[in-house]
């Protein structure tokens, strides 16, 4: 059976998150919920399952974005398997130096999620502006690195798939 799409209303979920830390920068640690969610459905073995039919992002860029983008396609590099390793390493790099700013401050922890969060919403915007609505999703660190999961895991199935014919 074919799991439902989520697309065409998950979009609610990125914009409350913004108004609600908006309002109270404390509602920014549920940037946490928004990073995990990919990663617990990689863990499962869904791959990038989330990206496909649950992204509150993606949702809104796909939505939103139609009637005001150039639909131009993003250039060869910039989908490159680089630019994403360049572009997950350098957003797990300034994610991790700003939790360290914050010092274990439940407050700057919450702000630190909420500006990498609208960072790279308005950086994913842009792109849907100037290429395809959903072209953030080509690069996205967190697509990119639930597909490393999801191939780590493929491989890690498959060489105990090949020990255990060997055993038997």
Known sequence: M????????S?????SFFVLSIL????GILGFVCMGAPVYHALRGRGKVHCSHYCPRG???GKFLQKVSLNKTMPKWMRSKVAKNV?????LT?????????????YKIAFSLFRFMGASFIVGIMMGII????SWCIVCPMGHGTGLIKKAKDSKNKKKDKKNKIAA
């Open 11 to 15: 979009w609610i979920f990125i914009v």
């Open 59 to 61: 949702s809104f860029l």
């Open 87 to 91: 572009l997950l390493i350098l957003m």
């Open 24 to 27: 109270d920068f404390r509602f």
């Open 94 to 106: 300034l994610l991790t130096v700003s939790m360290i700013h914050a010092k274990g401050n439940f």
């Open 2 to 9: 074919k799991k439902k799409s989520h697309m065409s209303w």
């Open 131 to 134: 290429f395809k609505p959903r």
